[in-house]
């Protein structure tokens, strides 16, 4: 009876040729996207995006520029922000990672550091990545900065420089200028770190996972709720439904309406608790809020209904529904923030509705967006529940015909 039982789940499997291809091909394929994101976050392939702004521009700051761009772990903006609002401004939007401002010349000796890192709290770890990026250029590429700045300190400390030895520092750095790369030297209080953007009392990261968390359980709640519709098509409800005048419409129409409703109430409890807990401001623009969570509710909706009107079996439902929310999280930036990515996954990420829930959630949290700036997120989030009903009511009225 053993070998039996294990005959009859194997070519329970065999047949279902969609459950198959879950079961076998797909494990590998999340090993890949895993692979590829993990591998971005600590290797080679982590490349930031930022912004670069000089307020004094000069052949230093110049050098430093062309350093930065030609650092593969860096994308500086291909037009540069004009002042420091600008850089402040690119910041806060999400389009820099980081800022990098040059306040004051390099080599003029102050307490100030002439070099600040602008940073989103939400995005702390690419502003220490950054800050020592630009701290490891300046030591190789401007060796001489360092020594020009230590340089004045000594002279105090020595009572000052004889004309003679003033002409051979002054030889000693030109020199050091030329050989920039072959005589590194330390650039230590060059940079600072300044944080910019937000708003309440809750932290940036506990802002950003809130909506990222939101939305992971929108898409697994609603692929749930959606698999009943593949039970009651093979218990003939469907069917028996199917004579009235509407038939199979009023079966998906309903689903989705009550997974919208659903997913609704479920982000309300997750943001009472960060509320609560984290002191989350929902309460700064509840319309904004609200309108957020309504289409990123509608669109894991109509996306669970289109995979639950494809599958075959509820098998092969179970499979498919736990990969595309796996790998929309994991691309989407609900599990790792997308700016930790490489930048080919990165876009990628924006065909997700994961990507544009977390990014409305943030504009509306913390970056105090008002509800015109988010119709660039919401936008695609209705259409991709609007798209999944139309496609799944289309489905089951085909399914109905054969």
């Known amino acids: 009876m053993i070998f039996a039982m294990l005959r009859v789940m194997a070519l329970s499997l065999i047949r279902d040729r969609g459950a198959l291809a879950m079961a076998f091909l797909?494990?590998?394929?999340?090993?890949?996207?895993?692979?590829?994101?993990?591998?971005?976050?600590?290797?080679?392939?982590?490349?930031?995006?930022v912004g670069y702004t000089v307020l004094a521009p000069s052949p230093v700051t110049e050098r430093l520029e062309t350093a930065l761009r030609a650092e593969p772990g860096l994308r500086v903006l291909s037009d540069n922000p004009v002042d420091e609002a600008a850089l402040r401004s690119a910041v806060e939007a999400g389009r820099a990672d980081a800022g990098i401002l040059v306040r004051s010349a390099l080599d003029s000796p102050s307490d100030e550091a002439p070099i600040v890192v602008f940073v989103d709290p939400g995005k702390a770890m690419a502003g220490g990545i950054v800050a020592g990026q630009v701290q490891r250029l300046v030591a190789e590429t401007l060796p001489e900065i360092g020594l020009a700045r230590t340089a004045?300190?000594?002279?105090?400390?020595?009572?000052?420089?004889?004309?003679?030895?003033?002409?051979?520092?002054?030889?000693?750095?030109?020199?050091?200028a030329a050989d920039a790369g072959d005589t590194p030297a330390e650039g230590g209080g060059l940079v600072a770190q300044q944080v910019v953007g937000g708003g309440g009392n809750s932290?940036?990261?506990?802002?950003?996972?809130?909506?990222?968390?939101a939305i992971l359980f929108l898409l697994f709640s609603a692929m749930q709720g959606a698999a009943t519709l593949i039970e009651e098509r093979n218990s003939g409800i469907v069917d028996r439904l199917a004579v009235g005048p509407a038939g199979t419409?009023?079966?998906?129409?309903?689903?989705?309406?009550?997974?919208t409703a659903q997913g609704v109430i479920q982000v309300g409890l997750i943001f009472l608790v960060a509320a609560l807990a984290y002191s989350v401001d929902v309460s700064a623009d509840p319309l904004a809020w609200l309108l957020t969570t309504l289409f990123a509710a509608m669109a894991a909706s109509g996306l669970a209904?289109?995979?639950?009107?494809?599958c075959t079996s509820k098998q092969q439902a179970q499979t498919i529904s736990t990969f595309v929310v796996l790998v929309f999280s994991a691309i989407g930036g609900s599990m790792v923030p997308r700016y930790m990515m490489p930048p080919w996954l990165q876009d990628v990420g924006w065909y997700t509705p994961n990507a544009w829930t977390i990014e409305a959630y943030h504009g509306v949290l913390w970056r105090g967006e008002a509800l015109a700036d988010l119709t660039g997120s919401l936008l695609p989030l209705a259409l991709t529940g609007l798209l999944g009903l139309l496609a799944s009511i289309a489905i089951s009225r085909a399914r109905l015909r054969l």
């Open 203 to 213: 932290g940036g990261a506990v802002t950003y996972y809130a909506g990222a968390v």
């Open 249 to 259: 419409d009023v079966v998906v129409i309903g689903k989705y309406l009550f997974l």
């Open 26 to 49: 797909l494990p590998p394929t999340i090993f890949v996207i895993f692979a590829a994101i993990f591998s971005g976050t600590s290797g080679d392939e982590l490349e930031l995006q």
């Open 305 to 310: 209904l289109f995979v639950a009107s494809a």
């Open 152 to 176: 004045p300190l000594v002279e105090q400390l020595v009572g000052g420089f004889d004309p003679g030895q003033s002409a051979r520092l002054a030889a000693g750095l030109e020199a050091i």
